[in-house]
């Protein structure tokens, strides 16, 4: 597609229900990232995806969070017993491959957990 | 890991102002980028530096990459109604294979009054 989309725009859930985000990178870009943006913060790392290589989780919270990537495009983030504090913006970027120059971000999700 | 300190957290200016901002990291940087945030949007970038003592522009937007390579400035010249947003530094070190992602700065939201 022409840009990176998230679905879906916005999410409310119960607190302890599961949700997943969605996000379509860039058609041919190898390497996918997801970030958390929480009210009044900077954008957090949570997870990097980079071809077929195995993913970096560094940057995941707990082990609530897991994401996955199928066949080096769509990626899906998941978090398994929301928390309120889970409540933030989840931001997905693509770039043609790892260094190459800034990221191009989707719109988000706006998860808000209550 | 890195820490980036952006400067300052928010402005309240008049229409026709320049504006400046900065962001200092702990860390030596190889790459600096800006990016600026419109509501319900993901950060769009906005300049990218890649070499230090670099002084790029955009249009009325002027960015450089600090010779020690642990800081970089944005200034945005001539302020209009549209600049309102919230601007982010995010630093790179790429480490030729390993975990990419970038480190961004908490943002400096920019308000200009009529």
């Known amino acids: 597609g022409a840009g990176v989309s998230q679905s879906p725009s916005n999410k409310v859930t119960e607190k302890g229900k599961d949700v997943e985000l969605r996000c379509d990178p860039i058609s041919g870009h190898t390497a996918l990232y997801w970030y958390r943006q929480s009210l009044g913060q900077g954008l957090e790392f949570l997870i990097y995806?980079?071809?077929?290589?195995?993913?970096?989780k560094s940057g995941l919270p707990s082990d609530r969070f897991s994401a996955e990537r199928t066949g080096g495009s769509v990626s899906t983030l998941t978090i398994q017993r929301t928390q309120q504090e889970d409540s933030a913006v989840y931001l997905c970027?693509?770039?043609?491959?790892?260094?190459?120059?800034?990221?191009?971000f989707g719109s988000g999700t706006r998860l808000t957990v209550v | 890991g890195q820490q980036l300190n952006q400067s300052p957290q928010s402005m309240f200016i008049q229409e026709g102002e320049d504006v400046s901002m900065n962001c200092t990291s702990s860390?030596?940087?190889?790459?600096w980028l800006w990016y600026k945030q419109e509501p319900g949007e993901g950060p769009v970038l906005l300049i990218a530096?890649?070499?230090?003592?670099e002084l790029t522009s955009n249009g009325r937007l002027t960015a450089q990459f600090g010779i020690t390579r642990k800081d970089s400035f944005l200034n945005i010249s001539a302020s209009i109604p549209s600049d309102v947003g919230i601007y982010f530094c995010?630093?790179?070190?790429?480490?030729?294979?390993?975990?990419?992602?970038?480190?961004f700065g908490k943002g400096t939201h920019l308000i200009i009054q009529p």
């Open positions: 995806f980079q071809g077929n290589s195995a993913p970096d």
């Open positions: 970027a693509s770039t043609p491959r790892t260094g190459a120059g800034g990221y191009t």
């Open positions: 860390s030596i940087f190889n790459t």
């Open positions: 995010a630093g790179r070190v790429y480490s030729g294979g390993g975990a990419d992602g970038l480190t």
């Open positions: 530096l890649y070499k230090a003592g």
